[in-house]
Structure formats: C-alpha cells, structure tokens
C-alpha cells in the first residue's frame, strides 16, 4: 500500500492554510504520492490524482464511471457525493453524472441547442451587462469585486441565455447566493436553493413548450436526433447543469483572475498596454493562463472505478472515488516550463481548467467570452484598480472542488 512507501509527514489537506494557498502540497504530493488516497471532509475516502500526465488519462479513461452508482459506499456514502438536494430534486440524469451511452444522447442534444454561434451572438448583451455592473460602482471610488462584479455577472448571463425573464433573474441571484454561501458547509441552504430552482424550471419549460421564443430552453426543447427530444425531466435537469455548472465557475474565474492580476503588476501593465492599442491577443492567451494559472475548478467532478485499474502506478480498487486534482496537473513542472509564473503571453499551454474527452467543459466558449468581457472591460474602465487590503487578508472559500476567494475588496478612483 502507498503509506509504506511515502515518506512522511504527508501534508494536511483541506485546512484554511490550504484553501488560501493549496500548490506547495499540491507540488509535494506530485513529487511523493502523485496518485493519494485520503479522507475528504465529508468522511468519504478518494484518490487524489496530481500529475498532468496521470490526470489527462484518468479524464478520459472510460474505466472511470460519472455514475454514483458504481461508489462502492454508495449505501452509506449516499448523499456525499454529487449536488446537494439533487436526488430529491430529480435531477439524476445531467450530464456531469452520465456515461455513455446516454451522455452520449444527451449530449448531442444539448449542443444542437447551446452552439459556438449562439454564444457569439451573444457578446453584445454581456457587454452590456458588464458595463451595467460597473456603472453601479464605479462612482464609488471601492468595490467588492466578487459581490458587485463577478458573482451577479455570470448569473444574469445565464438567465438572459435560458430564456429566464428579466424580472424574475434576481431571484436566482438570491437561489445562486444561497448555493454560494453555504458551499462548504451545511447543506441544507443548497438543498433548498435547488429546489427552488427545479421548481421555477419546470414551471418555465412548461410556459415555453405552450409558447417558445429564441431562448436556450426553448432551443432544448426544440432540439431533436434523430427524431429523438429530451423529457421534460432532461430538459430540466439540462438547465439546472448549465446554470450549476456555467455560475460559481465563471464567478472565480473573473475573480481568481483579477487577484492574480492585482498581485502581479508586470502582467497586468502589459496587459492594458495591449487593450489600450487594440490588441485582443494578450487578452485570449491571457484568460487561457488565468485558468492554468488558478482555475475555478480544483478538483474534477467525480469519478468511480468501474474495475480494477492502475493510475500511474498505484492499484485502485474496483469502486474506489478518484479525485483529478485539475489545479495540480496544471502546474506540473514536467509539463508547463515554469509552471508558477504567470506569463499572459503562454503560446504551449493545453491546460486541464475545462477538463478533457467527453466530459469536456460544455460551456467553454461562454466563460470565454464572459471572462475575456469582464476582464478586458474592468482594466479599461478602470485602470488603476488595485487591492483594498492586504493580500494576507483575503479569504478562500473551503469548498471541496471550487476554488475561489470570499471577497475581493478593491479602490481606484473614482469615475462618472
Ligand atoms: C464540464 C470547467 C464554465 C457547463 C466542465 C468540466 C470542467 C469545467 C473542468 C469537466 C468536469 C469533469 O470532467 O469532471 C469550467 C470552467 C468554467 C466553466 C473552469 C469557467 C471558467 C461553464 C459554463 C457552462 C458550463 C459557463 C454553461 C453555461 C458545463 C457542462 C459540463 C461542464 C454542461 C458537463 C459536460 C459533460 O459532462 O459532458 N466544466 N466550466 N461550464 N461544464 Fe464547465
């Protein structure tokens, strides 16, 4: 077994130190125990996977279920792993919990609906919204970057996308905040955030079937292979994943990527010197090493082994949960040349932030474009932002597969 072989002290895990700076274990566990069994905060035992090379193939090896059902705790594990409030919320069978055959159905339909162009066309509202964000503040001369900026930008995203009427989206900011918030901790607030969301959903998916419009729902609900159309159940549970899945993630990447900015002034200079000449180069390379560099998404989402198998040497049983910890195999030195610096203008950089193979990130083109917008706009407006605090004061929040910061109090003067 691998605790005969590693030397010891194995770093703690999941601690607030951690969460504030989790890549020096991170580095000692791909040098030690690249691939480490450990207990998770929820009591359940998993096999974290930290090398690129290792992390790439476990991403796409079809040994690895998405599918709970092959946890071989899932009797007693059942409930600690996956959404919190899914199960009663009927919501099975979203992409993210799928194999193949019906990942594959599924999957197919919903990109015949949420297509490259239809993000495309898509820019000018996120624009707007992005300005509308900054207008709010940007008299005030200080802002909290997270609860003015990043969180309500990529929640309003979305809602506009699905078809959500706009007087209607601040109760998802409110659901949204309620899943945020209580992201480590009780899950009773998610529980009940789900459900309301699965309520609300249904209820439209019922209101556009009667009357559809150009809408990502009404689209979902349109989309048909080979005659074939998703329930009303899929489709439900298609809107949930997207909302789910396209919120917090885009929230710390806007946020994750303004605090690496703001502590990185050489970047950041060359950075606006770019945008102000009109040069968007920097800016696609530059969002590309921001997810490398300190992704939204720290641990993959979960795996189960299906059999036996070896990942990088180490046996894992039949059942076992496996972990790809997407933030270590990102800066793994035998893979990306100086992997803990930031370098905006990275040309070799196939980083694992939105995953690989199948399960590859459905909504990249629409973080993209989100991420590229609010950055981009953020530095222009504003181009002598800078950090209220102390870097030492920032607060991370303790989740499990998120990585991303409480707050992000910044000033700068003021603007009209
Ligand atoms: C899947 C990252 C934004 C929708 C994934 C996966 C990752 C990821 C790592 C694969 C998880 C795994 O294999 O376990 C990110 C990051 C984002 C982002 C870093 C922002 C910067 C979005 C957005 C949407 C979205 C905006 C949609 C609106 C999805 C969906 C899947 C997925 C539906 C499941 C795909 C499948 O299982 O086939 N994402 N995501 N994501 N993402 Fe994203």
């Not at 905060?41 to 599918?67: C, E, F, H, I, M």
């Not at 050489?266 to 968007?280: F, K, V």
Request: aromatic share 6%; hydrophobic share 40%; glycine share 8%.
């Amino acid at each position: 077994m691998q605790d005969e072989t590693t030397p010891t002290p194995v770093p703690t895990l999941f601690t607030w130190e951690f969460a504030a700076d989790p890549y020096p274990t991170y580095a000692w566990l791909r040098e030690n125990a690249p691939v480490h069994r450990t207990a998770l905060p929820s009591g359940v035992d998993a096999w974290l996977v930290t090398r690129y090379a290792d992390a790439r193939q476990a991403l796409a090896d079809q040994r690895l279920s998405k599918n709970p059902v092959h946890h071989s705790e899932s009797a007693h594990g059942k409930g600690k792993v996956g959404i919190p409030g899914e199960r009663s919320a009927n919501l099975m069978t979203h992409l993210l919990n799928i194999d193949p055959p019906d990942h594959t159905r599924l999957r197919r339909l919903v990109s015949k609906a949420f297509t490259p162009g239809r993000v495309a066309e898509f820019a000018p509202r996120v624009q707007e919204l992005t300005d509308r964000l900054i207008d709010d503040f940007c008299e005030k001369g200080s802002a909290d970057l997270i609860h003015e900026f990043a969180f309500p930008l990529p929640i309003y995203a979305i809602c506009d996308l699905l078809g959500v009427p706009s007087e209607d989206q601040d109760d998802f900011r409110d659901w949204a905040g309620m899943m945020i918030r209580h992201g480590g901790g009780p899950r009773g607030g998610v529980a009940r955030a789900v459900k309301k969301m699965r309520t609300y959903l249904a209820e439209l998916i019922h209101r556009k079937r009667e009357n559809p419009g150009e809408d990502l729902i009404s689209g979902l609900i349109r989309a048909s292979d080979h005659g074939e159309h998703l329930t009303e159940n899929e489709a439900a549970a298609m809107a949930f994943i997207l909302l789910f899945a396209g919120f917090e993630t885009t929230v710390n990447l806007i946020g994750n990527g303004l605090h690496a900015l703001l502590r990185n002034p050489e970047q950041r200079e060359r950075l606006q010197l770019a945008l102000a000449e009109g040069d968007e180069s920097l800016l696609a390379t530059g969002v590309e090493e921001l997810l490398r560099f300190d992704g939204p998404v720290e641990l993959a989402t979960w795996r189960f082994a299906k059999q036996e198998l070896t990942i990088g040497g180490q046996r894992i049983a039949e059942g076992d949960p496996v972990l790809v910890v997407l933030a270590a195999a990102d800066r793994d030195p035998e893979r990306f040349a100086e992997p803990d610096t930031l370098d905006l203008s990275r040309a070799d950089n196939q980083h694992l932030g939105y995953g690989h193979g199948i399960h590859y990130c459905l909504g990249a083109p629409l973080a993209r474009l989100e991420g590229r917008t609010a950055l981009a706009t953020l530095l222009r407006r504003l181009p002598d932002l800078r950090l209220a605090v102390d870097p030492e004061e920032l607060r991370w929040r303790g989740g499990l597969i998120m990585r991303g910061l409480r707050t992000l109090p910044v000033e700068f003067d003021p603007r009209t």
